[in-house]
Every structure is written in C-alpha cells, then in structure tokens.
Nanobody, 115 residues
Framework: QVQLVESGGGLVQPGGSLRLSCAASQNIFSFNRVAWFRQAPGKQRELVAILISDGSSNYADSVKGRFTISRGNAKNPVYLQMNSLKPEDTAVYYC?????????WGQGTQVTVSP
C-alpha cells in the first residue's frame, strides 16, 4: 500500500508562485500515470494536470501556460509548479498515482490565493 503526502501549499498573493511536492511512503520506480487534482469549496474535484509514463502531459485549460507537472524521483514521483496564481486557483490540491490499475491518493494540501 502506497501512501502519498502532498506539501508546498500555502497562502500566496495573486501573481505569485508555489511548487507542490508529492512524497511516497515507498519508492515508486514506475507508474502508469501521475496527476494533480484540486477541489474548491462547493465544487467537484477536477483534474489539473496529468503526466503519462511515456512522458506526455496534459493540463486543464484553466491552468495551461501557468502550471507545469514534472516527474521527480522514486520517493517524490511528481511535482506541480504553479506560476501566475489567481484567486480562482484556491483549492485543496491532491496528488494521484496510478500503478498497475491501483489508484493512490494523498490527503491534499491547501492552496489559497488572496491579496
């Protein structure tokens, strides 16, 4: 059983940047895909960015050009660099890893964008 812990969230002003990390309880040497999701109050969880094992990636339209998903190492399999943050980016951000048809989720990290 893999446990994931996100970090790097916090309070930032509009236009600022944050880098989210995802730490795994055990080494992850391969995966089908890694992704970041977010959930704002009163809204459904939505996909923010996804990175497939072949190296391809995709982003929600709302974050294209501002966010970058990248692969890390076995202990920290994925990062999310968030630039030019907007108040509408405020949400709890979740790390997700798919390994051999099993989905793993972290508990989330709060990102708040406010003056």
């Amino acid at each position: 059983q893999v446990q994931l812990v996100e970090s790097g969230g916090g309070l930032v002003q509009p236009g600022g940047s944050l880098r989210l990390s995802c730490a795994a309880s055990q080494n992850i040497f391969s995966f089908n895909r890694v992704a970041w999701f977010r959930q704002a109050p009163g809204k459904q969880r939505e996909l923010v960015a996804i990175l497939i094992s072949d190296g391809s990636s995709n982003y929600a339209d709302s974050v294209k050009g501002r966010f970058t998903i990248s692969r890390g190492n076995a202990k920290n399999p994925v990062y999310l660099q968030m630039n030019s943050l907007k108040p509408e980016d405020t949400a709890v951000y979740y790390c997700n890893v798919l390994i051999l048809s099993r989905d793993y989720w972290g508990q989330g990290t709060q990102v708040t964008v406010s003056p």
